[in-house]
Structures are given as structure tokens and as C-alpha cells.
């Protein structure tokens, strides 16, 4: 019996998320006394005996055809067959965690927490505490099945390198047939992804139109980092639908979130308020978003925006 871990990638690289979830998955497995594997399905660049630096002895790389893109029905049922050793799967809570873990749930009779923020309480049985109500409050869920599934929010843990190699074993999978076919992908332009990005910059209605976002975007060219808006901002058309955060948007967990001219509404903190650090530009010194940020610029942005970019600009020899 083992912790297996599911390992999420763009074809080159190890996602952080699921870096991070490989340490996690390796704790859990050195609390049971057990080993902790990883599953990675599809064509990869990247040297799969990297994740022993994350605590993981032994990786399963599954490839075939029906690998080259994600699929969550398919991918489910690979994982499904090569789960029956696992007590415990591990995800992280991203986009294809979200997707797979709720299949393999119902595939596998497993009880599943999604969005676990902390190590289980294995002392008695297996409890796992995660957010509930937008990050409002937390909940500790006894999972009670024999086999259990956690999916963990990003940057809930974090990532801790070390030594070592995973041995890593490439088979072939079972073929699965796929009910529908990815006939063409295309890519969203930018530098940065937002959900993989470490500095975000977001603005809200407080940038009054589209024709000011170059304050958004001539801060995150300085920082290297990804554009992100409010929703009232993408619902108007100012910016594109994808870089909506929040309860309705994408969640996302960078090291670093900067809210320019945003209030701070509960639905906007609740996709951004993993973020390790939050820094907050306002006018108004009651806005709500004061007080999740760690730090706060009371302000007009159309002045201090600038001044920051400039700043930075200088520092880095610009
Ligand atoms: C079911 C539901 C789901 C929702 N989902 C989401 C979601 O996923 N994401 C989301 O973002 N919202 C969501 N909302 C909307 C949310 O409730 C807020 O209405 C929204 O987040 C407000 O956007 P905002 O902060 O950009 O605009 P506003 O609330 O209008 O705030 C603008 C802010 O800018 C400040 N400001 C104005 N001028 C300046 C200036 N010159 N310099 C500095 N600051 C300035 C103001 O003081 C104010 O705080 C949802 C709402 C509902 C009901």
C-alpha cells in the first residue's frame, strides 16, 4: 500500500502545484509508514527522477496515444487501474486536479476532501482540514472509506527541495478510448500563465476604463508577472474573460498579488486569498480588501501605480 501522487505538467516541466503536492503526499506517506509514488501520464521533457528531490521513491510514467493531451475521463480511468495499491491519492486542488479527483472518487468508492490546507490527522482515523465558505472558515472532515482521495489547495503546504532520485518505471497504459477528441488547441497569448504565474498584478473598476490598463500591465512587465481583473472588469469588456479572479473566475495562489483600484469583495478574495503575500492599492482607506492585505497603499493608483513601476525600473537597471 502506498500514497500515490498525481503529477500534472505542460509536456516540459512539473507544474509547482504538483511539486508541491508531492511533498505533501510524502509526508502523509511517512506518517502511515508507507512509500510515496507519483503517476504521470503523457509525453514529458523533464527528468521524472527530479521528484525524489520532493520526497518521492518511485514514479509510474504511463504513456500511449490516448496520453498526448489531457482528458479527464481518460486519464481517470488510466489512474483508476494503477490506483488499486494507493490508501491514499493526492492531487493538487488545481484545474485537472478538480477534474480528476471527483472521477476517480466515484470510480474508486474513495471519500474525497478537495481543497485540504493542512497535513491529515492520521492519530485517529483520517481527518483533513479544508477551507469552507470562500476561506471564511475551515472544516476537519473524517474520511472513513479505505481508500481516500485530498486534493490540496496551492500554496497551502509549500514546496520543500531536498536530496534524492525517484526510480522511475515507463509502461505503456491501457488503452482507453476517448469519448471525444481535442481536434485543435489554441493558446491564450502572454509571457506568464496566470495559474502558474508567482507575481500577479490585478485591476479593478477603480482603473475606470480599459484605455488605463497600461498601469496593470507596464507594472507586471517590470515584475515579470501575469495580468489579472476583477469580474465587473472582464463583464464589461475592459479584459478578457480569462483573467477573471475570484469565487466565479480562475483561484489562483501566486507568492505575490497586487490589487490595483479592486474593493475587496468576498467573491474577489475568495480566488485570490491564498496568495502568500497581498498588497492592496486604494483611495479609499475603508475598502475591505485592507483587511486581507499584508501590505496597503492608501491612493489614488493613477499616481502611485506609475511611481512604483518607475521605482522597480530603476532598481533593476532599466
Ligand atoms: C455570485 C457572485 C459571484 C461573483 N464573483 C466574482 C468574482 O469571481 N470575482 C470578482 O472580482 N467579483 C465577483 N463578484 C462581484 C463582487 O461582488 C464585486 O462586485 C466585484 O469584485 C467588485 O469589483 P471591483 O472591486 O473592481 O469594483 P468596485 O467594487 O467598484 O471597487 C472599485 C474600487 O476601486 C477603488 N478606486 C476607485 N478609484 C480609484 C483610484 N483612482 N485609485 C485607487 N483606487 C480607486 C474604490 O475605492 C473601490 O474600492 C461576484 C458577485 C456575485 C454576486
Redesign the pocket.
Known sequence: MSVLIYIDHDHQHIRKASLEAACYGAKIAQQLGTTAEAIVLGPIAEDLSVLGKYGVQKVHHLTGDHLGSFDAQVFSKVIASAATGATVLVFSNNVSGKALAPRLSARLKAGLVAGAVALPDTSNGFVVKKNVFSGKAFAQIAINTAQKIVALNPNAFGIIAGEGTAAVESRAADAAVPAVQVTGTSKVEGDVPLTEAEIVVS??????GPENWGLVTDLAKVLGAATA??????DVHWRPHHE??????IAIAPNLYI??????????L??VNRSKTIVV????PE???FKAADYGIV??????VPRITDAIKKLKGH
Do not use: M, Y
Not at 259 to 268: M, V, Y
Not at 281 to 284: A, G, H, P, R, V
Open positions: 485591476g479593478g473598476r477603480g482603473l475606470k481583473c476583477s469580474r465587473p472588469v472582464a477573471h479572479v475570484g469565487q466565479t473566475g490589487a490595483i483600484g479592486i474593493s475587496g469583495a468576498i467573491q474577489h475568495a480566488g492599492i486604494n483611495k479609499d475598502a475591505p480588501f491612493g489614488d493608483a493613477f499616481e502611485v
